[in-house]
């Protein structure tokens, strides 16, 4: 069965960092482009950044871009996401995505001082 | 970047009665391959988004098929045949012909 679990979330203060964790297993992890997707609370889900599946190909969005860096490991199955100079507006639940079919449980970011 | 608008934000229907979500986007979602990578995600509350239907109107294997998908170009529907219980929650279009992806705004089905 595919499974995806996110881990790294928690409270930081604003200008802090985190670096969230995906784990994936159930399917061969290196054929596969991956996501993070957040849904801030109460509100719609927002994409924050995809990868390709050798790494060739990094998106952000505008939101993100400069301060959150994505990158994998191929050989551990882990997707990951370092969050830099966080803000009140990144408090969300970050879900890591295999394309759009198979999503995590999600891992919760506050960013508060 | 697309734009993904979707209506109603909000619907309260019987059980056993049918419903209908409509999403427009801002440009045409035909891949250069000749794919329309729209995609209908269901989020039941307290839960992950759940892939419903894909290009357009495939159906994920395990979803019932009173979810059915249709459109073309810019504008897309998801449709239920008969609204049951476990139906409840939010629903998203998404597109995935463009860069970036984007998600509707989402539309919160609810029983009346």
């Known amino acids: 069965e595919v499974h995806l679990v996110e881990s790294g979330g928690g409270l930081v203060k604003p200008g802090g960092s985190l670096r969230l964790s995906c784990a994936a297993s159930?399917?061969?992890?290196?054929?596969?482009?991956m996501n993070w997707v957040r849904q801030a609370p109460g509100k719609g889900l927002e994409w924050v950044s995809s990868?390709?599946?050798?790494?060739?190909?990094?998106y952000y969005a505008d939101s993100v871009k400069g301060r959150f860096t994505i990158s994998r490991d191929n050989a551990k199955n882990s997707l990951y996401l370092q969050m830099n100079s966080l803000r009140a507006e990144d408090t969300a639940v970050y879900y890591c995505?295999?394309?759009?079919?198979?999503w995590g449980q999600g891992t919760l970011v506050t960013v508060s001082s | 970047d697309v734009v993904m608008t979707q209506s109603p934000l909000s619907l309260p229907v019987t059980l056993g009665q049918p419903a209908s979500i409509s999403c427009r986007s801002s440009?045409?979602?035909?891949?250069?391959?000749?794919?329309?990578?729209l995609t209908w995600l269901q989020q039941r509350p307290g839960q992950s988004p759940r892939r419903l239907i894909y290009?357009?109107?495939k159906r994920d294997s395990g979803v019932p098929d009173r979810f059915s998908g249709s459109g073309s170009g810019t504008d897309f529907t998801l449709k239920i045949s008969r609204v049951e219980a476990e139906d409840v929650g939010v629903y998203y279009c998404?597109?995935?012909?463009?860069?970036?992806?984007?998600f509707g705004q989402g539309t919160k089905v609810e029983i009346k």
């Open positions: 290009k357009v109107s």
């Open positions: 990868i390709s599946n050798s790494s060739s190909y990094i």
């Open positions: 995505a295999r394309t759009s079919d198979t």
């Open positions: 159930g399917f061969t992890f290196r054929n596969y482009s």
């Open positions: 998404m597109q995935g012909t463009q860069w970036p992806p984007a």
């Open positions: 440009q045409n979602l035909v891949h250069r391959d000749g794919n329309t990578y």
